[in-house]
Structures are given as structure tokens and as C-alpha cells.
């Protein structure tokens, strides 16, 4: 097993064969007709995906002096689960229309409904039957992570930070929510957001994960390093996440270009871009973001003034910044030569990704 393992396909395929085995095992508890199209949309919801979050969890289990156990891809693709449960909560949150490219979750149950010609309201079923399926894959991401075969004192001792990241991961999404209803704030307001809900359980919780399981305790070298690096490098993430939510080609991070600025997301990159703008610009942003039916030229407007503010240049060097600070510590802490390669890639590709 060579180093570009970490972000080659071969970690996602491994993760995908996991995947895929632990929901056809649930075939038998699922497999009422009726529920045929709950377990259809669940399979092909985990089809896609960067598996960052099993990645990040493998090489910390490695860089703590983990073996190559089968058992830890099994443990670390549970993260996926945990993902593929946000997502479908988020975009049922946000009332998106698409994810990856497909229909998102409650649109798909919404046309179910529709060609099915049932009684009541269509937009109440999909998005029932959204929250319900991922509820669902929350229930199977702790199954899967405690039948993973690792053995049960590891489990036992990184069971606290598997607690506490889906703690902060829902503490998360309930502070998105307060922010787009409040109107936003500052840019601190913004990143204490992006970090719970998104940039601590992308890269920090999963790489903790991996080297309690693997040290089987919580040690200071442990915490530091999942500050100095993990911390750093998930916000770089949700920077670049930010980014891409305003200027991704649709065609790579498969959901309509602006998305994020017709659901009014407050995140960093508009806190900085409102920060800096001038009363006209300020003006353009509050009557232009969060408006659902926004157009090309909307669009185009918020697009320029992210620019011309200077926001989109310093978020460019924020990521440069961050991801320079987390390499740096990776030297400083002990870890396998193998490991520090591995998460050198992967914190590269997961702030200079294009979806």
C-alpha cells in the first residue's frame, strides 16, 4: 500500500466496497416493497462523494502506528454515512434542488409522489421522507462504526470524539440556521459556523478518530496536531467551500452556479465581501442575496462586488496561509513518514479541490 493511496481511487474504492456491503446487509430489514425506493435512494446518495472523511480518519490511524486491519476502512467509511446524513438534512434546510448533480433527496421523493399520484402534498412528502431517510443513514453510520471489527478498547477509548462530532456536526446546522434567520455577521460569527458544521468534522474529528484508535488515548501530541494541522486545514476546506459555492463550474461541484447566494448563505467569503463594501455595494448585496429567483446578471453583480471588495483575493490567501501553517505542523509531531506524506496530499486536495 503506497502513499498515493491517500487520495488516489484506490481509498475510494475501498471506502465504496465497504459502503455498499453494509447497506446490502440491510436489504433483509429494509426490504419491504414499499421501502424499496428509501434503500434505492440511499445507494445512490453514497455514490458519490471524495471520501476526504475516511481518508483523513485511515491516515491518522496509520500515522499513530495503526496496521494495515481491514477493520479501519470499515470504521472510517462509517464517515460517510455521517456525511451523506448532513447533506440530505442541509439540502432539505436550504430547499436545494440539486446535489452531485441528481435531484437532492426530498426532490426525488417529491416527484415519487407526483408520478405515484398520491393524496396530499407532494413538498411535505419528499421532505418527510428526506428527514426520515437521513435519519436513517445517521442510525447506520453508528452501526457501522461500532461492527467495524477494530478491537473493542480501541473503540471504546475514541468513542468520545465520535460523540462529540456529531454533537458539534448538529450544534452546527442549528447555528446556520440562526445566522441566515438573524441576517448574519461578522466574519468570527461565520467561522465559528463553518468550523462546527463543516470544517472540525471534514478534517479535525476525522483525524483525531483515527489516531485515538489507533494510540487507544487522548494524548497531548494527539490534540495539538489535530489543532495545529486539522484545525487549520478544515477551515481551509470550508474557505474553499465558500468559493466554490459563488464561482464553481456547475458541471464539476454539480449544483447550479451561485447556488449559495440565492439560499442567502452567510459565510465567511459574504461576511468579508459586506465588511469591505461601500453603502452602494452593501446595498447591492443585501437586496441581492437570498433572493431565490436571482439571475445571470444578479449573479454576475455579487460576483463582481466579492471581487472588487477584495474578497475573493483574501480568501485565496487565507487558504494559501492556513494551508501553509498546517504543513508546517506535521513536521513538529510523531508520525509515521508514511502518514505525513499522506496527509500533506490530502490537505492539498482538500483545499485546492474544484467540488
Excluded at 446524513?85 to 448533480?101: E, F, N, T
Excluded at 478491537?151 to 468513542?159: D, I, M, T, Y
Excluded at 484508535?213 to 474553499?240: N, P, T
Amino acid at each position: 500500500m503506497t502513499t498515493s493511496f491517500a487520495v488516489t481511487e484506490a481509498l475510494r474504492a475501498a471506502v465504496d466496497d465497504r459502503l455498499q456491503e453494509f447497506v446490502d446487509r440491510q436489504r433483509p430489514l429494509v426490504g419491504a416493497p414499499e421501502l424499496a425506493p428509501l434503500l434505492s435512494a440511499a445507494k445512490d446518495f453514497l455514490a458519490g462523494g471524495k471520501r476526504l472523511r475516511p481518508a483523513f480518519c485511515y491516515w491518522g490511524w496509520r500515522g499513530a502506528g495503526g496496521d494495515q486491519d481491514p477493520a479501519i476502512l470499515t470504521a472510517a467509511a462509517s464517515l460517510e454515512l455521517l456525511q451523506a446524513s448532513a447533506l440530505i438534512h442541509d439540502d432539505v434546510m436550504d430547499a436545494s434542488d440539486l446535489r452531485r448533480g441528481l435531484p437532492s433527496a426530498h426532490r426525488r421523493f417529491e416527484a415519487l409522489h407526483e408520478a405515484s399520484g398520491w393524496l396530499g402534498s407532494a413538498r411535505q412528502f419528499g421532505e418527510g421522507a428526506a428527514v426520515l431517510l437521513g435519519n436513517l443513514l445517521l442510525v447506520w453510520s453508528g452501526e457501522m462504526w461500532r461492527t467495524s471489527g477494530l478491537p473493542p478498547e480501541a473503540l471504546a477509548a475514541a468513542q468520545p470524539v465520535h460523540d462529540h462530532m456529531r454533537t458539534e456536526l448538529m450544534c452546527g446546522q442549528y447555528l446556520d440556521l440562526l445566522e441566515q434567520a438573524q441576517g448574519g455577521g461578522t466574519f468570527d460569527s461565520a467561522l465559528r459556523v463553518a468550523l462546527h458544521k463543516s470544517g472540525k468534522y471534514s478534517v479535525e474529528q476525522p483525524l483525531r478518530l483515527g489516531l485515538v484508535l489507533a494510540a487507544r488515548e487522548r494524548s497531548e501530541w494527539i490534540d495539538r496536531l489535530c489543532v495545529d494541522y486539522g484545525h487549520k486545514v478544515g477551515i481551509a476546506f470550508q474557505l474553499r467551500d465558500d468559493l466554490l459555492g459563488v464561482f464553481g463550474d456547475p458541471v464539476e461541484t454539480g449544483k447550479p452556479a451561485g447556488d449559495d447566494l440565492r439560499e442567502g448563505k452567510r459565510t465567511m467569503l459574504v461576511a468579508r465581501t459586506v465588511a469591505a463594501a461601500s453603502p452602494a455595494q452593501a446595498e447591492d448585496v443585501r437586496r441581492l442575496l437570498g433572493d431565490p429567483e436571482l439571475d445571470d446578471e444578479g449573479l454576475a453583480r455579487l460576483r463582481q462586488i466579492i471581487e472588487d471588495t477584495g474578497a475573493l483575493a483574501a480568501s485565496e490567501e487565507m487558504i494559501k496561509q492556513y494551508l501553509y501553517d498546517a504543513l508546517g505542523a506535521l513536521d513538529h509531531a510523531p508520525l509515521t513518514p508514511d502518514a505525513r506524506e499522506a496527509l500533506t496530499e490530502l490537505a492539498v486536495a482538500a483545499t485546492s479541490r474544484r467540488s
